[in-house]
């Protein structure tokens, strides 16, 4: 069996790796793709001991490192998220195939019948920062989807990676029905030279589509390296409005939902908007809720005033332009009182991101009018920013949460991961 991963003293072909995805996506669309994947949610299950082993291997170091406790939390597995990680491939293959979909079809006053169908993109690669998660739900998305899967993660997570995709080849080897070469749909970059990186960004011709996934940082590189096709995944600097009108108890379970549950994650806040009106009585509740679980404020020179009146003035930070522009992932937020909802809106089309936008307000009107308005892939009217996921959407697994307007917007899952086919039928007709 060809396998790309090996030991981190080993040279990385790309080149050649790139080659034998291309011939094991062709196999794919004919296949029993679901009941391989099935295979591969056992053998994640059977071989949780190493999985979880490597894992600890990279947890150790990053704590090492002075990593961020935020970020150690998005490079750990347990036993019950690698579960979970399983359960989800199971998920997906038991989704319907999303290939092969009649989406149209019309017939031409010529006579020739039009079909247009969905398929596969062919080579998906997949540029990701520290979660292992990522690793096996690109893969069994884009497979699914009828791709082969080329995968880099970062160093950080580089033992947890080549045991999850040793995990998952091997259970490929031996599915039944499955050619030795689909194998190949499945190629981890475990060379931790960033050169690799942009190989496979320039790999026109040999890679159909790449999606970046991590931080400000990573996908700014790939959006701006790439000579293949990006779909850009988004950070997510997300925003929650309370209007002078919302129900103060729902809007403080959002912030603490959306802000301290899990806060390194891209639907999580990082910004709070006020409503001026709803400042004097709700704020200094937020910010005593916020600073029992260690979150320290950024506010305005309004908010600050708030809450030094309320004795809550120690530790708040003034908010600079930076701050209203940080996707934190961390245990911080910025703070703002604004005059309205015109103000809110105004201030979420500067900064935002265009990922995920949360108004609490008891107006219809108020709430229609913020959905219409902001520009983002998801925006909520009285719900948590954290339902932005593909799974929580009903999609199953995603390959990540899209921030532009081509193609996808929002979270990606299988229907996001097909291209589509004209297919024409005719009788002999000719043009002229």
């Known amino acids: 069996m060809a396998s790309a991963v090996g030991p981190a003293t080993a040279p990385f072909d790309l080149d050649a790796a790139l080659g034998r995805a291309r011939v094991a996506a062709r196999l794919l669309p ?3 793709r679901a009941a391989a994947l099935r295979r591969v949610a056992d053998a994640l299950r059977r071989d949780a001991p190493t999985i979880l082993a490597a894992n600890g291997e990279d947890v150790a170091r990053a704590r090492d490192a002075g990593v961020a406790a935020s970020l150690v939390d998005r490079l750990t597995l347990s036993d019950a998220r690698l579960a979970a990680i399983a359960d989800a491939v199971v998920q997906v293959a038991d989704l319907p195939d999303p290939v092969g979909r009649v989406l149209e079809g019309w017939r031409l006053p010529n006579g020739l019948e039009v079909r247009s169908v969905t398929v596969p993109f062919g080579v998906i690669g997949m540029v990701y920062e520290s979660r292992p998660n990522v690793t096996v739900d690109a893969f069994a998305l884009a497979f699914k989807a009828g791709s082969a899967a080329v995968l880099r993660g970062s160093a950080d997570a580089l033992a947890s990676n080549r045991a999850l995709v040793a995990s998952m080849r091997g259970a490929l080897a031996s599915a039944p029905g499955l050619p030795a070469d689909a194998v190949d749909a499945l190629i981890l970059i475990d060379d931790p030279d960033r050169a690799r990186v942009t190989e496979l960004l320039r790999a026109r011709g040999r890679v159909d589509l790449v999606i970046p996934r991590g931080g400000a940082g990573l996908i700014r590189h790939v959006v701006e390296t790439a000579r293949v096709p990006v779909i850009e995944t988004g950070v997510g600097n997300c925003h929650l409005y309370l209007h002078d009108d919302g129900d103060r108890d729902m809007a403080l379970a959002l912030l603490l939902d959306g802000k301290v549950r899990r806060p390194g994650v891209c639907n999580a806040l990082e910004t709070l908007l006020v409503h001026r009106d709803a400042a004097d009585d709700w704020l200094p509740r ?14 305005c020179e309004r908010g600050r005033a708030v809450l030094a009146v309320a004795g809550l003035g120690d530790g708040v930070h003034g908010a600079t332009e930076v701050d209203w522009a940080t996707e934190y992932l961390g245990p911080e937020i910025a703070v703002r009182v604004v005059d309205g909802l015109d103000d809110a809106i105004a201030h979420v089309h500067r900064y935002g991101s265009q990922h995920s936008e949360a108004i609490v307000t008891r107006s219809r009107a108020a709430g229609r009018r913020f959905q219409a308005e902001v520009d983002a892939a998801v925006v909520y009217v009285n719900a948590s920013t954290r339902f932005t996921d593909g799974f929580e959407f009903g999609f199953g ?28 039928d005719g009788d002999g007709q000719t043009r002229g």
């Open 397 to 424: 697994a995603e390959i990540g949460i899209s921030t532009q307007k081509l193609h996808a917007r929002g979270p990606m899952g299988l229907r996001a991961l097909v291209t589509t086919k004209h297919l024409v």
């Open 30 to 32: 004919a296949v029993d």
């Open 286 to 299: 937020a910010a005593a809720a916020l600073r029992e679980h260690g979150v320290t404020l950024h506010a």
